[in-house]
């Protein structure tokens, strides 16, 4: 599970437009600011490419709530405007969602009907799998639906050059720490012969390096794909 936002940002000097970032694109930075947003669940099956294709171009059959979007049907009509796409490397993606999900969860054995991680070793490789804040195929299936509606319109933002766009297209400066809204390697628990600190991240590479291995290829796979993207919708200061 993860979520993806929709920020709307309305009668901006430069016209209205939208931005679409998923969990650790700097989504609670954007939230303090602009509190005209959707959120779509990410579940592990690939049932969330509908409500993804509401978030990413609406639809004037669907229902919004404060929390969720709630899909009656498909159109295919642009109606929301114009979209821009917040992204990072997608390796540093998964690290930092390893890093929250071990600083976030680790009492939660359970969370809203998903079990996450115990803050024991044991079962630390859940940490890559169930973090709750990274989709290892989110830039594939954002392809796909970018050609399926051929916008051409859209244009994806570096998360390091995000604040600069918001100054730009708001003329107002929010800045942003990235340093502020990140979290440690570091966890610290008790052992039999007192505190143990570990590096989460390089626990995960050992616990389970099958793994961690198939995650990288599909980070390999993504990186591909997000680099075609890039390449043709970036957004240039």
């Known amino acids: 599970m993860a979520l993806i ?8 000097p430069n016209g209205d437009f939208t931005i679409i970032a998923p969990v650790k694109h700097a989504s609670r930075w ?14 592990m099956d690939n ?24 899909v009656k049907s498909y159109k295919k ?31 939660n054995h359970i969370k809203n009907g998903w079990v996450g991680w115990n803050g024991k070793l044991e079962n630390i490789d859940i940490l890559m799998t169930n973090n709750g804040h ?3 195929n989110y830039w594939r299936i954002i392809y ?25 297209q708001t003329l107002y400066y929010y800045p942003f720490d990235k340093e502020a809204f990140s979290f440690s390697s570091e966890y610290t628990f008790d052992g039999i012969l007192g505190n143990i600190t570990i590096d989460v991240v390089e626990e995960c590479k050992k616990c389970n390096p099958k793994l ?10 993504e990186t591909e794909v997000l680099n075609l993207l890039i390449e043709k919708l970036k957004w240039i200061k």
Request: charge should be negative; charged fraction near 30%; proline fraction near 3%.
């Open 77 to 107: 009509e642009i109606i929301i405007p114009k979209p821009y796409f917040v992204y990072r490397d997608p390796y540093e993606w998964f690290i930092s969602s390893i890093r929250t999900g071990a600083s976030v969860y680790q009492y």
């Open 5 to 12: 936002q929709q920020y709307n940002y309305k009668d901006t």
């Open 212 to 221: 961690w291995d198939n995650f990288m290829i599909q980070i390999e796979k």
């Open 144 to 168: 796909d639906l970018i050609k399926d509606y051929d916008r051409d319109e859209i244009e994806l933002i570096a998360l390091e050059d995000l604040s600069s766009f918001i100054h730009i």
């Open 47 to 70: 049932k969330w490419k509908g409500s993804l294709e509401t978030i990413m171009f609406s639809d004037k059959e669907s229902e919004f709530t404060s929390k969720k979007i709630k």
């Open 30 to 43: 954007l939230s303090s600011m602009c509190s005209n947003r959707q959120e779509v669940d990410v579940g």
């Open 134 to 136: 990274y989709r290892y």
